[in-house]
């Protein structure tokens, strides 16, 4: 994985511009349609377990479980993005990472926000 693919999510490619922001500079919120989210739920599987116990003894970053984390957090960026979609928004406000254990068993990354429409704004 190269540099390019640790960044964000996947920008205005999706039709749905996902921001962090409380509004979106030179344009308006049209519509407020609600909370959106996209969920998944990861497990790590043996060998990397394996890997990052050995590594963490003698130090550095854990490549395998940062390219499973960055890839769980693009499935729910993209789950997030199908919901808004589908509920007719072209932009999700104040979007979030939420990461929690699961019962001991994996990684719940949930990625939520507020669906709205907006338009450009007047000059």
């Given at each position: 994985?190269g540099?390019e693919d640790y960044?964000?999510?996947?920008?205005?490619?999706s039709?749905?511009l996902?921001?962090?922001?409380n509004?979106?500079?030179g344009?308006?919120?049209?519509?407020?349609?609600?909370?959106v989210?996209g969920?998944t739920?990861r497990s790590?599987?043996?060998?990397?377990q394996?890997?990052?116990?050995?590594?963490?003894?003698?130090g550095g970053?854990?490549?395998g479980?940062t390219k499973?984390?960055?890839?769980?957090?693009?499935?729910?960026m993209?789950r997030?993005?199908e919901?808004a979609?589908?509920?007719?928004?072209?932009a999700?406000l104040?979007?979030r990472?939420d990461v929690t254990?699961a019962a001991?068993?994996g990684t719940?990354?949930?990625a939520?926000g507020?669906?709205?429409?907006?338009?450009?704004a007047?000059?």
């Amino acid at each position: 994985m190269g540099i390019e693919d640790y960044g964000g999510g996947p920008g205005t490619q999706s039709g749905v511009l996902v921001v962090t922001t409380n509004d979106v500079p030179g344009y308006r919120v049209q519509q407020v349609i609600g909370e959106v989210f996209g969920l998944t739920v990861r497990s790590r599987h043996l060998g990397s377990q394996i890997g990052a116990g050995l590594k963490s003894m003698i130090g550095g970053e854990l490549k395998g479980l940062t390219k499973t984390l960055v890839e769980t957090r693009n499935q729910a960026m993209e789950r997030l993005i199908e919901q808004a979609r589908a509920r007719g928004a072209n932009a999700v406000l104040m979007m979030r990472f939420d990461v929690t254990e699961a019962a001991d068993v994996g990684t719940e990354v949930c990625a939520y926000g507020t669906a709205v429409v907006i338009t450009p704004a007047p000059d």
